[in-house]
C-alpha cells in the first residue's frame, strides 16, 4: 500500500485542529486577562471555580462607587430553542421601590420584530434612530433617559453595542452575546459599568 498520499494529507487534515488548539487557547488567556483587569482597576474579586464542561467561566464580583457589581460569563439558551451560547453579564444593584421595568435594545430588523410593537421613544430623534426602549412607565423612562445618559449610551453605540440593557426588580442588567475576549469588548463593558451605575443614582430621584 503507498503511504504517500496519506502522508501528504496528514498536515491537511491536522493543520486545522493545530490552529483551532491555539485560537482557543489564546482566546481563553484574553478572557482571563480582561477579568483580571476588572480585579485590578475596580477591585472586583476574580473567580474561576464556575466549572462548564471541562472548562471554566470567569466572573468578578465586588462593590463599585458603593453597589454590587458582577460580571459573570455564563452558558445559556437565549431564544427557549435549545441552541445554548456564551453570554457574559453585567450586573448593578439599585433601588427600585415599584415595579418600573425597562429593555434598551440597539435598532435592527431582528429586534424592530420583537420589540418594536411596543416601542417607547425617548423623543430623541437620533437616540430614537439607534434604540428601541420598552417600558411600562413611558413617563419615567424620559425623565432617566436624559441628555448624559442618552450621551454615553451613544458611546457605547459606537464600540459595538449589541445587548440588552434590562432593569428587572432590584437589578440592572446588561447581557451581550459571546464572553470577554476583546478589548472593545472590556471598554464597552466598563462604559455600560458607569452607565448603569449612573442609571442606578438617577432612579434614586426619579
Same mark, same amino acid.
Given at each position: 500500500?503507498?503511504?504517500?498520499?496519506? +502522508?501528504l494529507l496528514l498536515p491537511v487534515i491536522i493543520l486545522p485542529w493545530v490552529i483551532l488548539f491555539f485560537v482557543? !487557547?489564546?482566546?481563553?488567556?484574553?478572557?482571563?486577562?480582561?477579568?483580571?483587569?476588572?480585579?485590578?482597576?475596580?477591585?472586583?474579586?476574580?473567580d474561576l471555580t464556575n466549572r462548564s464542561g471541562s472548562g471554566t467561566l470567569p466572573s468578578a464580583k465586588g462593590?463599585?462607587?458603593?453597589?454590587?457589581?458582577k460580571i459573570e460569563s455564563i452558558i445559556r439558551d437565549p431564544a427557549g430553542n435549545k441552541k445554548v451560547m456564551? #453570554?457574559?453579564?453585567?450586573?448593578?444593584?439599585?433601588?427600585?421601590?415599584?415595579? *418600573?421595568?425597562?429593555?434598551?435594545?440597539?435598532?435592527? &430588523?431582528?429586534?424592530?420584530?420583537?420589540?418594536?410593537?411596543? !416601542?417607547?421613544?425617548?423623543?430623541?430623534?437620533? *437616540?430614537?434612530?439607534?434604540?428601541?426602549?420598552?417600558?411600562?412607565?413611558? !413617563?419615567?423612562?424620559?425623565?432617566?433617559?436624559?441628555?448624559?445618559?442618552?450621551?454615553?449610551?451613544?458611546?457605547? #453605540?459606537?464600540?459595538?453595542?449589541?445587548?440588552?440593557?434590562?432593569? &428587572?426588580?432590584?437589578?440592572? +442588567?446588561?447581557?451581550?452575546?459571546?464572553?470577554?475576549?476583546?478589548?472593545?469588548?472590556?471598554? &464597552?463593558?466598563? +462604559?455600560?459599568? #458607569?452607565?448603569?451605575?449612573?442609571?442606578?443614582?438617577?432612579?434614586?430621584? #426619579?
Amino acid at each position: 500500500m503507498d503511504l504517500k498520499p496519506l +502522508l501528504l494529507l496528514l498536515p491537511v487534515i491536522i493543520l486545522p485542529w493545530v490552529i483551532l488548539f491555539f485560537v482557543k !487557547a489564546n482566546s481563553k488567556k484574553s478572557i482571563l486577562n480582561n477579568f483580571k483587569k476588572l480585579n485590578e482597576k475596580y477591585g472586583l474579586e476574580f473567580d474561576l471555580t464556575n466549572r462548564s464542561g471541562s472548562g471554566t467561566l470567569p466572573s468578578a464580583k465586588g462593590i463599585y462607587r458603593s453597589r454590587p457589581v458582577k460580571i459573570e460569563s455564563i452558558i445559556r439558551d437565549p431564544a427557549g430553542n435549545k441552541k445554548v451560547m456564551p #453570554h457574559t453579564i453585567l450586573t448593578v444593584e439599585c433601588a427600585n421601590g415599584s415595579n *418600573f421595568e425597562f429593555t434598551v435594545v440597539k435598532k435592527n &430588523r431582528q429586534n424592530s420584530n420583537t420589540f418594536g410593537k411596543d !416601542a417607547v421613544p425617548v423623543e430623541d430623534k437620533e *437616540f430614537d434612530s439607534k434604540y428601541i426602549v420598552r417600558t411600562n412607565d413611558p !413617563a419615567r423612562i424620559r425623565n432617566i433617559f436624559d441628555f448624559n445618559t442618552r450621551f454615553k449610551l451613544d458611546q457605547v #453605540h459606537k464600540l459595538g453595542f449589541e445587548g440588552a440593557i434590562d432593569l &428587572r426588580g432590584n437589578l440592572l +442588567l446588561y447581557t451581550e452575546k459571546g464572553l470577554l475576549k476583546s478589548g472593545e469588548a472590556l471598554m &464597552r463593558f466598563e +462604559l455600560v459599568l #458607569h452607565e448603569l451605575c449612573d442609571i442606578a443614582d438617577v432612579l434614586k430621584y #426619579h
